[in-house]
C-alpha cells in the first residue's frame, strides 16, 4: 500500500510513503491510502471462492473502498485470462457506479463490451473473457 504524502518536486524526500502490509487482502489499515495496488493477486481469490463471480468482485470492490482516501486511485494488474478478464470488467463497473474514472485498457464510461462476446474465428479478433 502506498500513500502520496503531498511534498513538493525539487526536494530530497520522496513524495510516496511505501507501507508493506503483511496479511490477507481485507487487513484493516491504520490509515487510509491514496493509492491500492495489485498485481496478480485477485485470479488466486476468486478460484476456490465460494461466492459468485458477481458477489466475490462486489465483494472486492468494498474492500478496496474501505482502503482508499477520497479522490484515492486504483490499479489493478491481473492476467489475461477469461475468468481474470471478466473478475476486472465486473470492478470496473463497480468503480463505474462510485464514480470513478478508468484511465485504461478501455477509458471510455460505458459497460465493457468484451464479456460475452462471440469468439472469432483466427481470422477475427479473440475476446479476453468469454461466458463459461
Not at 526536494?11 to 481485507?26: D, N, Y
Amino acid at each position: 500500500m502506498c500513500a502520496y504524502t503531498g511534498k513538493n518536486a525539487g526536494t530530497t524526500e520522496s513524495p510516496w510513503r511505501i507501507k508493506k502490509i503483511c496479511g490477507a487482502f481485507g487487513t484493516a489499515l491504520t490509515e487510509k491510502v491514496t493509492l491500492v495496488t495489485e498485481a496478480n493477486m485477485f485470479n488466486e481469490i476468486f478460484w476456490n471462492s465460494p461466492l459468485a463471480l458477481e458477489e466475490q468482485a462486489d465483494k472486492t470492490r468494498q474492500l478496496i473502498m474501505r482502503y482508499l482516501k477520497p479522490q484515492g486511485a486504483v490499479l489493478l494488474i491481473e492476467p489475461g485470462i477469461p475468468l481474470a478478464g471478466a473478475f476486472l470488467s465486473l470492478l470496473r463497473d463497480g468503480f463505474l457506479k462510485e464514480g470513478f474514472a478508468i484511465e485504461s485498457p478501455c477509458p471510455h464510461g460505458k459497460t465493457c463490451c468484451i464479456p460475452n462476446r462471440q469468439i472469432q474465428d483466427r481470422a477475427g479478433k479473440i475476446p479476453v473473457a468469454t461466458p463459461d
